[in-house]
């Protein structure tokens, strides 16, 4: 399997631009997670998936981010408008249920 | 929630020494892994141990989830060790993912 798949790697944005971020798990695996991870908070989950259904997004910061996910094989995590402070790296993450979960290689998102 | 407590914060080794990193958590758990971070950024898993123990090459871990604690064992450890070490749980209950702050390690050549 090609593991986790996630795009752009690098996204550099002005404020204000809406910004989306894609994410393809690991064929089978039924769970998917959004991380975020920034010097001053570590990593941070933001949402998570059951079977496509988003399950808890308590982690969400604010109303400018939305995430979804149309298919088993595919997601999105969306910011707009796009503001300085979301700069970060940003993780996706899969799992086969309760088991370990295998994370892609992020996207670095730059808001200038 | 849960907290997840890592120790030490920052660790500097010669290459050939051996290491222990520590986990706490304050609350019980459905699931703990730990995740090495290299110099690129990518976390890559290295167990997946909510009890037990387990051993992959020169690394092993422990759980005790009666006690609330994970310790990951990294022997003669080489420059290509550093990086950062996570541990990450998982709510009872749940699937809410909480990580530690991770342990900064860097091993001298």
């Known amino acids: 399997d090609a593991g986790v798949i996630q795009s752009p790697r690098h996204e550099v944005t002005e404020m204000g631009q809406e910004v989306t971020l894609r994410c393809k798990p690991i064929?089978?695996?039924?769970?998917l997670f959004w991380y975020r991870q920034t010097m001053m908070r570590g990593l941070e989950l933001l949402i998570y998936?059951?079977?496509?259904?988003?399950?808890?997004d308590s982690g969400m910061p604010e109303d400018r981010f939305s995430a979804k996910m149309p298919n088993a094989s595919f997601s999105t995590l969306k910011i707009q408008p796009s503001e300085p402070r979301d700069s970060a790296v940003y993780f996706c993450?899969?799992?086969?249920?309760?088991?370990?979960?295998?994370f892609g290689p992020g996207t670095r998102l730059t808001v200038t | 929630g849960i907290q997840v407590e890592q120790s030490p914060p920052d660790l500097i080794l010669q290459e050939g020494a051996n290491s222990t990193l520590r986990c706490n958590f304050s609350?019980?758990?459905?699931?703990l892994q730990w995740f090495h971070q290299n110099p690129w950024g990518q976390l890559i898993n290295l167990f997946y141990?909510?009890?037990g123990t387990k051993q992959n090459g020169r690394l092993s871990a422990t759980t005790v989830a009666t006690e609330r604690y994970s310790l990951l064992y990294i022997s003669s450890s080489q420059t290509t060790d550093s990086g950062v070490y996570f541990c990450a749980v998982q709510e009872t209950g749940g699937f809410k993912t909480i990580f530690g702050a991770g342990t900064r390690l860097f091993v001298k050549a």
């Open positions: 993450a899969s799992s086969l249920s309760l088991y370990e979960q295998y």
């Open positions: 609350d019980s758990v459905n699931n």
């Open positions: 064929s089978g695996h039924d769970y």
């Open positions: 141990i909510p009890s």
């Open positions: 998936f059951n079977n496509n259904v988003p399950i808890d």
